[in-house]
């Protein structure tokens, strides 16, 4: 499959979800808001909901199904899944250089980050979903 192909699937799928796009965004959210306060001011932007109009803009380009760059699904097909493939293959040859380093490495930073840290996971194709996000993202660098 293309990477076009590819980009063409995630933006229909993501394109779905129309309704971030519309008015009726801000009743979403209304329902999810239990704090008086802040639904107050949530629903302050009903009536004013062309006040996002550039936001909503700039969602419905980031979202286009074509193979754009800027659109989520170019960033993923076309620069996201190549460097985490890369960087997969780069862990690969690391193992047959490093060995045991490679391990201490890991026991280090599980001990400084007080979690536990498996390269094996951390590089496999499995994980690619857990760095879409940009908390993923930024954990994973």
């Known amino acids: 499959m293309t990477q076009a192909k590819c980009s063409e699937l995630i933006a229909v799928f993501l394109k779905d979800k129309q309704m971030l796009f519309e008015k009726k965004l801000i009743n979403e959210?209304?329902?999810?808001v239990e704090d008086e306060k802040d639904r107050k001011?949530?629903?302050?932007?009903?009536?004013?909901f062309t006040y996002l109009k550039n936001y909503i803009s700039i969602r419905e380009y980031i979202f286009q199904k074509d193979n754009t760059s800027g659109t989520i699904a170019?960033?993923?097909?076309?620069?996201?899944?190549?460097?985490?493939i890369s960087n997969m293959k780069s862990y690969e040859y690391a193992k047959t250089i490093c060995g045991d380093e490679l391990l201490d490495l890991e026991n280090n930073?599980?001990?400084?980050?007080?979690?536990d840290i498996k390269f094996d996971e951390i590089f496999s194709i499995d994980n690619f979903n857990a760095v879409?996000?940009?908390?993923g993202i930024e954990k994973y660098n």
């Open 29 to 32: 959210i209304l329902n999810k």
């Open 132 to 135: 879409l996000s940009q908390k």
């Open 41 to 48: 001011i949530i629903s302050n932007f009903d009536d004013f």
């Open 74 to 84: 170019y960033r993923i097909v076309s620069d996201n899944f190549p460097k985490f």
């Open 109 to 115: 930073l599980s001990k400084y980050f007080e979690e």
